[in-house]
């Protein structure tokens, strides 16, 4: 029987994720850039507490994070330097390496790997994110596609919950997720093709980045976000799993933490990219 008090809490700061992204989408690249630098200190510091909850705290967190934020912001134009942000990355990563010959912990070498990891998983597809919003306020004006590509990670989690919890029977991937099924990955895949369709035909600016033939080039991004989701949330799933963790944080009530509603995301982002690059030059 369901929790009618865990229920509303996981609805309401479910509610309030979503409306705090349409609101940054609908603001522009400065929105989506502020909503890609919080996802990413949230996100950056989070991993490191899963592999690290006895010394996460400490002053070498905090410079990890700041790595993850100029990683993130590296794709800002500056009238001084191209890519002033990934510079400071670069001086992040040189200090991080100092810092590991200085380090009074047990294995200084593993917490640098994990501050690595933390940079390539969550900051570099954030960075993609930021990148991708400034070129569609440039060739476009708006940075609504960016909703769409939520929207359909939504409608695909929606989907896979619907088709799996009422005729999930055949297991998708038991060892590393018990709970997703073949039922629900075909169900997700429907909702999200068939949104990515209708996003297609509207013809609004959700649809703006559709080179082409924008049913075509969204009908497609269905499947892409889907394959991308399911094994984004799987890699999650496997750290988890590995550090016997059933939630990346506490965070958001109901939900667990951050990376636990962004880690479909981050294997969307740059799928998408390199979806769009393919589309542009082959398929159109």
């Known amino acids: ?9 996981r609805a309401v700061s479910g509610a309030v994720y979503v409306i705090i992204i349409v609101l940054a989408c609908f603001w522009g690249d400065l929105g989506v850039t502020l909503l890609a630098g919080i996802f990413g200190a949230l996100g950056v510091s989070e991993f490191r507490k899963m592999r690290f909850p006895a010394y996460s705290n400490g002053g070498i967190g905090l410079y990890d994070v700041m ?5 993130i912001f590296s794709p800002l134009p500056s009238a001084y330097a191209p890519y002033p942000f990934f510079f400071l990355w670069i001086a992040w990563l040189i200090g991080r390496m100092i810092l590991t010959i200085y380090s009074n912990h047990a294995h200084p070498e ?3 790997a994990v501050d690595m990891g933390a940079q390539v998983y969550v900051a570099f597809p954030l960075a993609l994110l930021v990148a991708a919003a400034l070129c569609l306020q440039s060739r476009f004006d708006t940075c609504m596609p960016v909703l769409a590509v939520f929207i359909m990670i939504w409608m695909n989690d929606t989907g896979a919950f619907l088709f799996g919890s009422t005729f999930g029977k055949h297991r998708l991937f038991e060892r590393v997720s018990p709970k997703k099924s073949w039922e629900g990955f075909w169900g997700g895949l429907f909702c999200t093709v068939a949104t990515g369709a209708v996003i297609g035909l509207t013809g609004s600016p959700l649809a703006a980045s559709g080179e082409g033939n924008p049913v075509l080039f969204w ?3 269905g499947v892409v976000v889907t394959l991308a ?5 799987l890699f999650e799933s496997v750290i988890k799993r590995n550090l016997n ?6 965070l958001i009530p ?4 951050i990376l636990d509603r962004i880690d479909s995301l981050l294997m969307v982002i740059p799928a998408m ?7 542009s030059l082959f398929i159109r």
């Open 1 to 9: 029987m369901l929790d009618a008090k865990k229920t509303a809490v």
């Open 67 to 71: 790595g993850g934020l100029a990683l």
């Open 110 to 112: 593993k917490e640098f």
């Open 219 to 221: 009908t497609l991004a």
């Open 229 to 233: 989701a399911t094994f984004g949330d």
């Open 245 to 250: 963790l059933k939630d990346s944080g506490n």
């Open 254 to 257: 109901g939900h667990g933490g």
């Open 273 to 279: 990219i390199l979806y769009f690059y393919i589309f």
